[in-house]
């Protein structure tokens, strides 16, 4: 220890580095939003000048070269970006909006939602997505390809009668149909013990595509009800729902008795794990396939919040193919041209 200095001074050097970081973090976040409301700005008087004066598409050109020439050392002022910002003033005309959401996106968020996301609603839900749950481009993009809107909260389930409001719709919410596990390049003959291991492998991607607030406790979890032991494929805790997850994975299609078993895995969860404070616990059954009539059917009576959904695995390529496609590295440096080209 420092005789210099008196035992408080750890906590209080802690605290400041705390409120400098948070400082910092609030100046990055200032300086974004300016950021984008300039580049809506001179989108929006470009295209009101298109538009009342008939400037021509090659007034784009000498703009860049004239704001490059001014301003050598800021950048943003090529050709490519002047046209995003052309795009975004023309997609986002309400002020409101952009001063609300879209300026608390990073730059780079909205050109991705402006290229990847036609339909105006879509791209609002995205949008606000992105913000509440914080996410990088990177997972922006793969949750717009994977038609994460399409997706979200359109499980087969008994929540609205098994779960009190709001808890019921927050559980909804929190499903998907079908879940996207092309990330395992199983094929679709894979076997239930094949997918339960690729998920393990992938366990990173597989909370990516549950989605935010699912921890994972365990796979072929071990429970001991009237001296015999049974396994739960895989367990988890929902933060938010303030509740335990259980999924049983299916590697065909759905009957009718699987929601039985899964009834028993609640009740026991319920009984063994579940703390006073806990609420219900959940169960999710992923099968290969559905139909939506038996599905309904077979949660009709029960009282636990039982959800059914299918999944999607990927085909595997030939061999023949493996060689042809770009490696991860070839990938990172083509996005990292991408990426200097819109600077």
């Not at 009957?255 to 616990?281: C, I, T, W």
Request: aromatic share 10%; net charge negative; with cysteine.
């Amino acid at each position: 220890m420092d005789p210099l200095a008196p035992d408080s001074y750890p906590q209080f050097l802690a605290d400041l580095k705390s409120r400098i970081r948070a400082a910092q973090l609030r100046a990055s976040v200032a300086v974004n939003r300016e950021l984008v409301l300039l580049y809506w700005q001179i989108g929006r008087d470009i295209l009101d000048r298109q538009q009342r004066e008939n400037w021509g598409a090659k007034v784009i050109d000498r703009l860049a070269t004239d704001l490059k020439r001014e301003f050598p050392d800021m950048k943003g002022f090529s050709v490519r970006n002047l046209k995003y910002m052309r795009r975004f003033a023309e997609v986002w005309a309400e002020d409101e909006f952009v001063q609300q959401v879209a300026a608390q996106l990073p730059w780079f968020h909205n050109c991705v939602l402006l290229d990847k996301v036609a339909d105006d609603a879509k791209r609002k839900w995205y949008a606000r997505a992105a913000i509440h749950h914080g996410w990088s481009r990177a997972v922006l993009v793969h949750q717009v390809e994977s038609d994460l809107h399409g997706r979200q909260g359109k499980a087969i389930t008994n929540f609205d009668r098994a779960l009190p409001p709001p808890q019921s719709d927050l559980a909804q919410e929190v499903t998907k149909d079908p879940y996207n596990f092309d990330f395992l390049m199983l094929g679709e003959e894979a076997h239930e013990r094949d997918l339960e291991r690729g998920l393990m492998e992938h366990l990173r991607k597989f909370l990516l595509e549950l989605g935010v607030g699912f921890a994972f406790v365990g796979s072929q979890y071990p429970l001991t009800v009237g001296g015999e032991e049974f396994r739960i494929d895989l367990l988890f805790y929902h933060l938010r729902l303030r509740c335990y997850v259980v999924i049983d994975l299916k590697a065909v299609p759905f009957q009718p008795e699987f929601a039985g078993k899964m009834n028993f895995y609640l009740s026991a969860v319920n009984s063994l794990l579940r703390h006073s404070d806990d609420q219900p616990s959940i169960g999710l059954i992923l099968c290969k396939t559905k139909n939506q009539v038996i599905a309904e059917y077979a949660l009709e009576d029960y009282s636990k919040p039982i959800g059914i959904s299918e999944y999607r695995l990927a085909e595997s390529l030939p061999d023949r193919l493996q060689g042809s496609l770009p490696t991860v590295e070839e990938l990172e440096s083509e996005l990292g041209s991408a990426t200097e080209e819109q600077a």
